[in-house]
Each structure stands twice: as structure tokens, then as C-alpha cells.
């Protein structure tokens, strides 16, 4: 079963500071892989995405993120960060290779901008 | 504009009660899906949908059951709640059967059972 691994759960950063969030996957076949982020209370907000093409997608908000087949990772990246991007933020994949097309989640980082 | 729409976004209730969370969309998606997060913020799948009168247990095993009847409505029932149902349940979808795609959530319901 493919899964996701973020490994960092708390990232502090200073604002202005550019920050890179972590996420490797699992899979030795095509992955589609997506960053959402979780402002508190709320429910989850597609930051970008990766279906094919390109393996440097952006997103919104001004985060990117690159797909890297041969490391199976897929980072997520701002060069300054605002305090307005506190939030959590999670990885995750589409499971298709077993035909359920179900989305699988990594447990998350907690991105926590310092001023 | 299309949404996912969830209710209650609060819910407070006694032991032993039995409770519906509402959960809708308007894209017309054939899939549907009920997450339930812990307080560190992990999401497990509890129970997905690929359309009318299709369900299909998630990965993490629940007490709750779901329905659909409809499309555009996938709502989540606990015959009793209990306190270790307390938790955050994130409704989603997605297009349709086949297709690849990102999955559009809902606000969440917090639940709190006492």
C-alpha cells in the first residue's frame, strides 16, 4: 500500500525566512501527489499538485513544491514566509495503483511562523 | 460557487445519544469520503463512497456508519455516542470514479460527546 512520510511535525521558522516542509512517499509506480494546508478550525485547502508534467509545480500562496522520482520525495518550499502561514500542513497521495483512489495522508507538520 | 458543506461545525452531546454529521456537495463528484482526525492532527479514513449506494470501509475502523442515497449527500450516523467518538470528522470529494484528482473538503465538525 503506497504511504506518505512527513518527517518533521513542528517547523518554527522567523517570518521572512524561507522555510522547506518534507514529504517522501512510497511507491515504485506513478504517484499523484498533493500539499493541502489546515488553518485551525477549518477543513483542508489544496495548496498544489502533482498529476504529471512539470516536477516543479506552484501553488498558491506562493509555496512550490518538486517532485524528485529518484528520492520519492515531494518538498514543499516559500522563499519568505508570512506569519499568516501558521498552519498545518499535510502531504498526501491518491492511492489509484490499488484501484480505490483513496487519499492517503501524512501525519503532518505544524508550521509555526515566529515574528 | 461549487462547495462541500458540512453541519453541524460544533456539536456537544451526551452519552449514549445517537447523532447524524451532515455532509453535502454541489460539484456533482461521484466520490465521497469521511476522515476522522485525532487531536495531533493525524486524518484516518473512515468510510468512502464511489457513488450512489456504493460505501466501503475506510482504513481506520469506526463505529460510525454512512449512506448514500444521493450524490450530493453523504451523511455519517452513531447509533451511541460515546466518549471515544470525540473528535474532528472532515468530509470530502472528489471527481468522478477513475479519474485523478484533488479531494475538496469540508469545514469539519467537531464533535464532543460527555
Known sequence: AQSV?????????????PVELRCNYSSSVSVYLFWYVQYPNQGLQLLLKYLSGSTLVKGINGFEAEFNKSQTSFHLRKPSVHISDTAEY??????HVSGTYKYIFGTGTRLKVLA | EADIYQTPRYLVIGTGKKITLECSQTMGHDKMYWYQQDPGMELHL?????????TEKGDLSSESTVSRIRTEH?????????????????CA???????ITEAFFGQG????VV
Open chain 1, 5 to 17: 512520510t512527513q518527517l518533521d511535525s513542528q517547523v518554527p521558522v522567523f517570518e521572512e525566512a
Open chain 2, 109 to 112: 465538525t467537531r464533535l464532543t
Open chain 1, 90 to 95: 499535510f502531504c498526501a497521495v491518491s492511492d
Open chain 2, 93 to 99: 470529494s472528489s471527481e468522478e470514479a477513475g479519474a
Open chain 2, 74 to 90: 453523504f451523511p455519517l450516523t452513531l447509533e451511541s455516542a460515546r466518549p471515544s467518538h470525540t473528535s474532528q470528522y472532515l
Open chain 2, 46 to 54: 473512515i468510510h468512502y463512497s464511489y457513488g450512489v449506494n456504493s
